[in-house]
């Protein structure tokens, strides 16, 4: 048994349950992304938060940073968005091409995958060698707690949902004209990978769920619970990070 075997799927939020929680959250994390910044309170910067999405194809990752960022202002808050690295950035080492997109004291910035690719896709694809992704675990680890250590709250979440259930939503949008873009040969290959997937995230939640950088398994299989559940443990994370705690500890 894994941990994402313990993950209770059966979680669900109505649609009205959704909306309202994710209003008055959306206001708390108003809030607290001003508190953060500077712009509320006594000017100080709180702590810089990293937030990064992993998970299962269709899991849900888009929605959640768009319901996330929805109340912010897009000058408070950085999205990036990382694919496969380029031939330029193969040429070094895997971790450099996150550095320049790393939140800076007072920011927040929002991963949309992340260098977990190193030791998920990248290994079961055999695009990293398997001494290259076997070390990656402690060179994830150092480089999180290089950063942890200089204040940085990390936020890392794995959407979890079922094969089932990935299948279903799958078969949603080859259906749906305006969404059939997001569905690829390559999503197709990898459910028939699922096996290997699912053996890479067992390890990678093993030896990267460290004390400064814990990862956070959210049960995705509702979408409108995985939203409200992310948008409340980034907000628990902002608190984590606020200036009166984060800069008097540093």
């Known amino acids: 048994m894994g941990r994402l075997d313990d993950v209770d799927l059966d979680k669900k939020l109505g649609k009205g349950k959704e909306a309202s929680k ?15 910044g500077g712009k509320l309170g006594d000017g100080r910067f709180g702590a810089p938060v990293c937030i990064v999405f992993e998970g299962w194809d269709a899991s849900g990752k888009g929605g959640a940073i768009k319901r996330l960022v929805q109340p912010l202002d897009l ?6 968005q990382f694919s496969a690295p380029t031939e330029d950035e193969k040429r070094h080492h895997f971790l450099d091409r996150f550095v320049a997109k790393m939140p ?3 920011g927040v910035a929002v991963f949309d995958r992340s260098w977990y690719g190193r030791v998920l896709v990248e290994r079961v694809e055999g695009f990293a060698s398997a001494d290259e992704w076997r070390r990656g675990y402690d ?20 959407m979890h949902i079922s094969d089932a259930e990935q299948l279903q939503r799958f078969q949603r949008r080859e259906r749906n004209p305006l ?3 997001k569905l690829t040969d390559e999503d197709w290959r990898n459910r028939e990978k699922r096996p290997a997937y699912e053996e890479a995230v067992e390890e990678m939640l093993e030896r990267t769920d460290t004390e400064h950088a814990p990862w956070i398994v959210v049960p995705a299989e509702d979408k409108r619970y995985a939203r409200v559940f992310v948008m409340e443990r980034v907000i628990e994370a902002m608190e984590r990070a606020l200036p009166e705690r984060s800069i008097d500890a540093a």
């Open 139 to 158: 060179e994830i680890n150092a480089f999180e707690r290089m950063h942890a250590d200089e204040g940085m709250v990390f936020v890392k979440f794995w």
């Open 75 to 80: 000058r408070h808050i950085r999205v990036a």
């Open 22 to 36: 994710l209003a008055k959250r959306g206001k708390q994390l108003q809030e607290l992304r001003l508190t953060l």
């Open 104 to 106: 800076g004291w007072g």
């Open 179 to 181: 969404k059939s873009w």
